[in-house]
């Protein structure tokens, strides 16, 4: 996977014809094998026929989560689609694990200054959040976390809302749909949710053919579980968000030991509010809090794309189901310019620990 930031534009005259737009979404997974994760996210998918020429864009940055669980994550400095979309930075993460007892998804898309349309639709920043878990009796899914923040509609004054679930307002040549959710599974072994935050679709006014589908940041997770003894070493995996409003941080990690193997470990981590995005591929501590459900760790890191720095994760707490409400986060970050620490309860996603 990718990790570096990357510019992304599109020419239309770069584009072949098309005729007529499908969308791209088909509401039907095929689970997976028992005792399987799975989680997706992007930040911008396009396909739309402008003025006689085809685009067909993504979804992009685009990451797809092993059905063994662990991490993925990628980031767009920008992306420019003439006529139909542009936005700042796009950070997609999805994280996941399968433990004796428990297993895990999460996935989380975040697009800044999206504009679609040329300004009929407009959002400061477009967070879309899924979580999905089961135990072996139960299994659920939320997209609780997901959120819009400065968003603005046919020339609306901008407000920072989380609409209701598959909130369709209508705008010229066709309808945007804010926090679409789809969800599947028997409750029981499976569950699966899709986040679509900004869904528009444009239908020709003559014929109804779909002319234009595009989807800004979309988050899926999806779990399988039949409860099954499973050996390995401590580790935790999770994503999620602190904070709320405008004064929020997102951010995805998998961290533990794998016996002779050594420690193992990813973070992303996005604090929003304080404009600091740390990257990091590895981890050099980590440990489990005694008598506690939760673990340390520690590694280097970029921060802002630059090298030098240090984060440690000074509690991780998995508090029980549903993440929300519950597990915990603490994080510090330091190195040249940059002494920051943020800690609080998730509003968004799941931690989920697997002790030895």
Known sequence: MNHQMRQY???????????GVTTGNTWAWNFAPANSVSGEAFGVSVKASVDGAGVTVGPTPH?????DGGMAADRLLKISVPKLVSSETLAVVTTGSIGPATATAQSSATVEQANLLNGVVRAEAVV???SSTANG???????EGSTLIGLSINGSAPVDVTPPPNTTIAI?????????QVLEGDGVHTSAITVNMIH????DPVTGTITADIIVSSAHSDVNFIPAPKAGNAFMTGGGKLGTGRDIATFGFNAGSRGAGGLHGQLEYNDHAQSLKVHSLSIDSFELISGTTCVTFSGSARVNNADGYRFTVNRACDNGEPGVGRDTFDISVSGPGVLSSRSGTLTGGNLQLHPE
Do not use: D, I, R
Not at 9 to 19: E, H, I, K, R
Not at 172 to 180: D, F, I, Q, S, T
């Open 9 to 19: 534009a599109v020419s239309l005259a770069a584009m072949g014809l098309l005729v």
């Open 63 to 67: 990451v797809v989560l092993c059905p």
């Open 128 to 130: 879309a959040m899924s």
């Open 137 to 143: 009796s139960t299994a659920s899914s939320t997209g």
């Open 172 to 180: 010229p040549g066709g309808a945007v749909m804010l926090n679409e």
């Open 200 to 203: 528009v679709v444009l239908k």
